[in-house]
């Protein structure tokens, strides 16, 4: 089944607690990303990837850091997480060219 | 660059009735246009998407948008809604030359009620 997936679904960490969210696809899409989605500010793009090993910055990507080292992995890293970084993540992918986006279920995020 | 906005965050409807979700956008090239739909708990999934041709666009779940160039909208439409479809709906709008970078809308909460 073509798909992207998120790890861990929920969690719940502490501030300066370095954690990873992990994303796969499984499509051999080149293109993937990263965005929080927080209430009345819909999604915001942290971080994008054209393929491997090309990352760029995207709206919002102040205390956030990416690599692309495989085509099918995206993680997101926070070095030292603060609790503004609370929120909904959604990483997603797409065919080069294609601007059709197909998300993860999401990573739910709390930092106290 | 471009911007959307949605201009309801919360569209409350009794079961049956029509609904009309509005969105417009800027931008100073051409665009790409979509909508995409967040069920409860879930990640987005694409409800249908305009990229040229007809500016009358059908998607899944008995859903239309009609792309208005000269209002630069692009407004979602659904004739008889059903409770299933209680959810977040995006638009989103994407530069014709930017790769796949997707700008998103704040979000309207669509509530059917029985």
């Known amino acids: 089944e073509a798909q992207v997936t998120q790890n861990p679904r929920y969690l719940i960490t502490v501030t300066g607690k370095k954690l990873t969210v992990t994303c796969s696809q499984n499509?051999?899409?080149?293109?993937m990303s990263w965005y929080r989605q927080d209430p009345g500010l819909g999604l915001r793009q942290i971080y994008y990837s054209m393929n491997v090993e090309v990352t760029d910055k995207g709206d919002v990507p102040e205390g956030y850091k990416v690599s692309r080292k495989e085509k099918r992995n995206f993680p997101l890293i926070l070095e030292s997480p603060s609790p503004n970084q609370t929120s909904l993540y959604f990483c997603?992918?797409?065919?080069?060219?294609?601007?059709?986006?197909?998300f993860g279920p999401g990573t739910r995020l709390t930092v106290t | 660059a471009q911007s959307v906005t949605q201009l309801d965050s919360q569209v409350p409807v009794f079961e049956e009735a029509p609904v009309e979700l509005r969105c417009n956008y800027s931008s100073s090239v051409s665009v790409y246009l979509f909508w995409y739909v967040q069920y409860p708990n879930q990640g987005l999934q694409l409800l249908l998407k305009y990229l040229s041709g007809s500016t009358l666009v059908k998607g899944i779940n008995g859903f239309e948008a009609e792309f208005n160039k000269s209002q630069t909208s692009f407004h979602l439409r659904k004739p008889s809604v059903h409770i299933s479809d209680t959810a977040e709906y995006f638009c989103a709008v994407s530069a014709v030359q930017s790769g796949s970078r997707l700008t998103f809308g704040e979000g309207t909460q669509l509530t059917v009620n029985p």
């Open positions: 997603a992918s797409s065919l080069s060219g294609k601007h059709e986006q197909y």
């Open positions: 499509m051999n899409h080149e293109y």
